[in-house]
């Protein structure tokens, strides 16, 4: 159960010299991309997050007012308000507004990644830049068509795979196929994760129109995609407690709360999103392995007695020096030799 001293970290620095040299790596990356697609790419926002509460800030009024108009995507799911789906605002950076729309967006990302923002729930309106050689009216099908995805014997479901923090979550998730099929006629598309760094998925070899939409996706995998939010919240939460320190990136982050969360629900019956969310917290704060330790697999199981609610009810009864000890125990112990001493903390 011993932890790799190989963990990717990152630093939190929210200056403004800081945040002027990310803005400025992001900004040489991203006009490097539109340089290998002739200068034209679109940048894709989410309305939901300005159309009705935040239209006079800055990039929201750039681009109500941007000619041509933005094209919406028109997704349509009985769960959904179709008004609200993601726009493709075409890019050419010849145009000295279009580069300044690009610089814009950059500084929103980056803004929007900071963890005050991430808590407050206020949604990431910059869902990414996207290249491609078909039309924006196929681009926009495609995005609206992949949106709802197909069960076998169930309702089809909404898969917000445009918000930057859901795709980078289920991303894991698929096999190379999907992939290809979720991008489409897209051969690009860059985001921005919960650290502000710039993500490329990449289509160039399989980028076609496509005139059926289905992912293959069964029921079991919509099930470990919808873990998306809980392990967001969880990773919001643990920016926060390391505000200002070094911690663990999201690319990190995430395949320790997937492998986690499939060990616990394959062992207990826990799949309510507040069990799963402190669950995926724990992983982060604690070790990525927590759930193997004798003492957690005895609260889960309900062999100490309590067996009522899920994982945070049965763990919320653990102090801060237990944590401490389960913590000890996992980075330097066989999960079968836990000391004496130990056992009588927890």
């Known amino acids: 159960m011993t932890e790799a001293n190989t963990q990717m970290t990152v630093d939190y620095d929210f200056s403004p010299e800081a945040e002027t040299r990310q803005k400025t790596g992001l900004l ?22 300005f159309l009705d509460t935040r239209q006079e800030e800055r990039l929201p009024a750039a681009i109500l007012n941007h000619q041509p108009a933005a094209t919406p995507t028109q997704i349509k799911h009985h769960r959904f308000e179709s008004r609200y789906s993601p726009w493709l605002i075409p890019l050419d950076m010849s145009r000295s507004e279009d580069a300044e729309l690009l610089a814009l967006s950059i500084t929103q990302a980056l803004r929007e990644a900071e963890p005050t923002e991430l808590m407050a729930g206020r949604g990431r309106m910059v869902c990414g830049w996207l290249f491609s ?77 496509q005139y059926t939409f289905s992912l293959g996706l069964t029921a079991e995998k919509v099930e470990k995609m919808s873990w998306s939010g809980p392990m967001n919240r969880a990773l919001r939460r643990y920016r926060q407690a390391h505000r200002n320190q070094l911690r663990r990136t999201e690319l990190e982050s995430l395949p320790i709360m997937l492998a986690l969360l499939r060990r616990v629900t394959a062992r207990y019956p826990f799949n309510a999103v507040k069990s799963l969310e402190a669950c995926a917290l724990h992983g982060l704060l604690y070790h990525p392995e927590i759930d193997l330790h004798p003492r957690i697999q005895s609260l889960l199981s309900g062999e100490r007695g309590n067996s ?21 125990d996992c980075c330097h112990l066989s999960p079968a030799i836990i000391s004496l001493e130990n056992q009588e903390i927890l």
């Open 133 to 209: 050689a078909s039309p924006v009216s196929a681009i926009a099908q495609h995005i609206s068509m992949t949106a709802v995805q197909p069960v076998s014997f169930e309702q089809p479901v909404m898969l917000r795979f445009y918000d930057p923090a859901v795709n980078n979550a289920f991303w894991p998730l698929l096999d190379n196929w999907q992939r290809s099929r979720l991008l489409g006629p897209i051969t690009d598309w860059y985001l921005t994760d919960g650290d502000g760094q710039l993500l490329h998925r990449d289509n160039t070899q399989s980028a076609r129109v």
């Open 308 to 328: 009522a609610g899920g994982y945070a009810a049965r763990t919320a009864g653990l102090t801060a020096e237990a944590w401490s000890a389960l913590v000890h």
């Open 28 to 49: 040489a990356d991203l006009r490097t991309a539109f340089t290998q697609h002739d200068e034209h790419g679109f940048l894709l926002v989410d309305p939901a997050v």
